[in-house]
Structure formats: C-alpha cells, structure tokens
C-alpha cells in the first residue's frame, strides 16, 4: 500500500522567508501527487497537483512543487510567505489500484510577523 | 454561495446518542466522501460514495453509517456516539476518480462527543 511521510509536524517562519515543506512517499510506480491547504476554520483547497511531465509544478497562492523520484519526495516550496500563509499543509498521494487518496500527516505553518 | 456544506459546524453530544452530519454539494459531482481529522493522524476515510446506490466503506467505516439520499446529498451518522469520535469531519466531492482528480471539500463539522 501506499503511504506518505510529512516529517514536520509544526513549522515556523517569519513573514518574508522562504518556506519548504517535505513530502516523502512510497509507490512503486509514478505516484499521482497533490498538496492541499486547509486554513483555520476552513475545509481543504487543492494547492497543485503532479501527475507526469514537468516535475516543477506551479500552484495557487504563489506555491511550487517539485517531484524528485530519486528521492521519492515532492516538496512544497514558496519563495516569500504571507502572514496569510499560515495554516495546515497535507500532502496526498493517489492510489489507483484501490481509487483513494492518501494523505500524510499535516504540517501546520506558523508566521511571524 | 459554497459548493460543498456541512450541517453542523459545531456539535456537542453525549456518549451514547445518535448524530447524523449532513453534507450538500452543488458541483453535480457523482462522487461524494466523509473523512475525519485527528491532531498527528491526518485525513482519513470514513465512506464515501460514487453514486446514489454505490455506497463502500472505507479505512475506519466501524461504528458509522451513511445514506446517500440523492446525488447532491451525503449523510454520515454516528449511531451510538462515543468519545473517541470526536473530530473533525470533512465531506468532499470530485467528478472523477480520488487518485487523480481534484477533491472539493465542506468546511467541516466539529463533533465533540462528551
């Protein structure tokens, strides 16, 4: 089965920085791969997802990706967060065998001003 | 107006008692899920649906049940609620197929089970 690893549980940065989120998954095929935020009292939203081609991947909000197979990884990156950046970050990757979604842990993101 | 909604977004019940979460959806999604989040667990599922009479269960299905009364609307209900229940429970939707499409999801129902 496949899985996914978000090693950070909680990350903190200031306002302006770059951020990278990790992602590690394990598939032993092409993985179909999505990150999705979910903001404070909200439900989650698609930031972007990777299913083959290039392996940077533009999002919403200013939000890349990039899936590495070497690594197995598909990390999350902003070159400047917003204080508006601040929420939970999952990352997901697509089962086809059984037609689910799997999702990792969470990274919660917190800013400082 | 949202797409995807859920009746209650708070809720506090007692052990014991029978819940139902109500979710509706206007993107005319034929799909439809329930997950429920837990601090360090993630998302997982719950139930979901790919039509009106195509109902599976999913990784942790015990102790719920769903009824998919037409295809704008999915109901999760907790029979006999019990404290280990509470989370926070999310219903999505998606046109086609969870592995490779997009997920819309409500904004939540937060279920404490006293």
């Known amino acids: 089965a496949q899985s996914v690893t978000q090693p950070d549980i909680h990350i903190t940065v200031s306002e302006g920085a770059s951020l990278e989120l990790r992602c590690n998954y394990s598939?032993?095929?092409?993985?179909?791969l999505f990150w999705y935020v979910q903001s404070p009292g909200q439900g989650l939203q698609l930031l972007l997802k990777y299913f083959s081609g290039d392996t940077l991947v533009q999002g919403i909000k200013g939000f890349e990706a990039e899936f590495k197979r070497s690594q197995s990884s598909f990390n999350l990156r902003k070159p400047s967060v917003h204080w508006s950046d601040a929420a939970e970050y999952f990352c997901?990757?697509?089962?086809?065998?059984?037609?689910?979604?799997?999702f990792g842990t969470g990274t919660r993101l917190q800013v400082f001003p | 107006d949202a797409d995807v909604t859920q009746t209650p977004r708070n809720r506090i019940t007692k052990t014991g008692k029978r819940i139902m979460l109500e979710c509706s959806q206007t993107?005319?999604?034929?799909?439809m899920y329930w997950y429920r989040q837990d601090p360090g667990l993630g998302l997982r599922l719950i139930y979901y649906?790919?039509?009106?009479?195509?109902?599976n269960k999913g990784e942790i299905s015990d102790g719920y049940s769903v009824s998919r009364q037409a295809q704008a609307k999915f109901s999760l209900s907790l029979e006999s609620a019990i404290p280990n229940q509470t989370a926070l429970y999310f219903c999505?939707?998606?046109?086609?197929?969870?592995?490779?499409?997009?997920?819309?999801f409500g904004p939540g129902t937060r279920l404490t089970v006293l």
């Open positions: 999505a939707t998606e046109a086609g197929t969870a592995a490779t499409d997009t997920q819309y």
């Open positions: 997901a990757v697509g089962e086809i065998n059984t037609d689910k979604l799997i």
């Open positions: 649906s790919f039509d009106v009479k195509d109902i």
């Open positions: 993107k005319g999604h034929d799909r």
């Open positions: 598939y032993g095929a092409t993985p179909y």
